[in-house]
């Protein structure tokens, strides 16, 4: 795969849509293949967009990349005042918008906004439980979800490191920490796969129930929740130094290889789903390139070479089989399964693509760092 030929189709392709789309704020294609605006400004993937603009921007310094991604920013405002249907996804939210823009442009009004939202994401740790309450919806099978965490808040906890970064205030970070060390010791398996979900009864502390969640079943192998701990918890390593992060990265991060190694490096959506029917997952694919990349950054030069050629094998894969670079459609990365059960796969999704092209820039030494 050529790099630079690559990124320069990719921003081909996303100038177009950003020339199409003015100041939506895309998540999957709709039936004519198009984009639509966010149907929610609480979704969940409100801020890849503006995180997939700043990146570009930071390579090309297109003005119109940081204008979109700026207004995707502003819209997110009503989001932040309207407070009540903000969960645990705030890190996503705000990471790839103000807090791209404070990084990129020492924007104050955006560090703010970057603030704000790390404080409501502080607000949903639970000292007894030591988690941070991932949904305010009942979505865990019956389950209240006042006891619930998940293995995807791992990516959010930058949020909070960043915070403390800012503030010198430790307490955002010691959040962050104690989340991270109770997924440790009740999400990750010895095999080095992760659940998707944990209940703890919200009065006695006690662990009641493990739901499948996003994945097949309980027990089973979600393929993106798999890569959401790889990066995740690189991550927490790269803002704690603490090693027991590290290693369980590399955890995760060998039995997610293993497993894609039998499907040609495409991850299913499921490591541990039935045969049949073959639902495939290039996010989880693209989201692990982007945390083996943050791995080869932290290890020593034998084993950075690992980390490094298997982000490849991932990047590669979705290049060859699943990528759309024709500007006049919307959507880069096919294959993405968005929701398992509800029989939403093998479709465009715009994290897909967000992290497809984190992981090419990364790869070529360039963008930014977002997290
Ligand atoms: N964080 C939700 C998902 O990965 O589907």
């Known amino acids: 795969m050529d790099l630079n030929k690559t990124l320069e189709k990719i921003t081909v392709k996303i100038l177009a849509e950003a020339e199409r789309l003015g100041e939506k704020i895309p998540y999957v294609p709709a039936a004519d293949g198009m984009y639509t605006d966010s149907q929610s400004i609480y979704w969940w993937t409100n801020g890849f967009w503006a995180g997939l603009l700043w990146q570009l921007y930071s390579v090309t310094e297109n003005e119109l990349f940081k204008r979109l991604a700026q207004s995707s920013e502003e819209r997110l405002d009503a989001a932040l005042d309207g407070f009540e249907n903000v969960d645990h996804d705030a890190g996503f939210l705000w990471l790839h918008t103000a807090g791209a823009n404070y990084r990129l442009t020492g924007n104050k009004r955006s560090e703010r906004r970057l603030l704000h939202a790390a404080t409501l994401l502080a607000g949903r740790y639970n000292p007894e439980l030591r988690i941070i309450r991932a949904w305010n919806e009942q979505w865990m099978k019956g389950y209240d979800t006042a006891g619930g965490a998940i293995i995807d808040t791992m990516m959010n906890l930058p949020l909070l490191y960043t915070a403390t970064d800012i503030t010198s205030d430790p307490r955002f970070g010691n959040i962050a920490v104690r989340h991270a060390d109770t997924m440790l010791e009740y999400m990750l398996r010895p095999d080095g796969s992760v659940n998707h979900q944990i209940v703890f009864d919200i009065n006695t502390g006690e662990l009641i129930a493990n739901p499948g969640g996003q994945g097949y079943e309980s027990g089973s192998s979600w393929s993106r929740g798999q890569a959401w701990a790889i990066y995740g918890y690189a991550i927490s390593y790269r803002y704690t130094g603490e090693i027991r992060y590290l290693d369980a990265a590399k955890r995760v991060a060998a039995y997610f290889m293993a497993n894609t190694s039998l499907t040609e490096y495409v991850p299913l ?103």
């Not at 959506?269 to 080869?296: K, N, W």
């Not at 030069?301 to 089989?321: G, H, Q, V």
């Not at 880069?332 to 693509?353: F, L, P, Q, R, T």
């Open 269 to 371: 959506a499921d490591f541990r789903a039935p045969d049949e029917p073959v639902y495939y997952d290039t996010t989880a694919g693209a989201i692990a390139a982007c945390g083996l990349l943050e791995i080869s950054e932290h290890v020593n030069d034998f084993e950075k070479r690992l980390y490094k050629k298997s982000a490849e094998l991932l990047i590669n894969a979705i290049d060859e089989k699943w990528c759309d670079y024709n500007p006049s459609n919307d959507g880069i990365v096919d294959g993405g399964s968005a929701s398992y059960h509800n029989n939403m796969h093998h479709e465009k999704i715009i994290y897909g693509d967000y992290f497809f092209t984190e992981a090419v820039l990364r790869l070529m030494g360039k963008g930014f760092y977002i997290w």
